[in-house]
């Protein structure tokens, strides 16, 4: 069931947002500086717990399943909203912090992938469709 899993992501999503304003005051900027990511890495960090914790039931995890796989369309349409052509024109630092930001990105990804054990897989989709 969908509104499991959106129950946790809401919860997640109100924290990253805090935080990003919270963060955006701190550096004088009238934005939410990284609230929606803030709010994806509290997903993962609670969803993990919870599952290594068994607190998760089965049709959380399949509900948490599927905001995974809607995760990258709901940040592109978040996203849509801010004014990039005005942060272009603002200066170079935008652009310079955008290049560092992918190039942390690509340095750091691989290095946390291989970071700990395999962790539990969720429920296949099959398995999901049988649930419902």
Do not use: H
Not at 61 to 75: A, C, D, E, L, T
Not at 109 to 131: D, F, N, Q, R
Request: proline share 5%; glycine share 10%.
């Amino acid at each position: 069931m969908v509104i499991y899993g959106l129950a946790l992501l809401s919860l997640c999503m109100f924290i990253g947002t805090y935080i990003g304003n919270l963060l955006g005051k701190v550096l004088n900027v009238s934005a939410n500086v990284g609230g929606v990511g803030f709010a994806m890495l509290i997903l993962i960090l609670a969803s993990d717990y919870l599952l290594k914790n068994d607190k998760l039931s089965e049709k959380a995890q399949s509900g948490i399943q599927f905001w995974s796989m809607m995760y990258i369309p709901v940040v592109v349409a978040m996203t849509a909203r801010q004014n990039v052509v005005a942060a272009v024109k603002g200066g170079p630092m935008a652009i310079t912090a955008g290049v560092v930001a992918v190039a942390v990105a690509f340095i750091f990804v691989p290095l946390l992938a291989k970071i700990g054990e395999p962790g539990v897989p969720l429920p296949s989709i099959e398995k999901t469709k049988e649930v419902s």
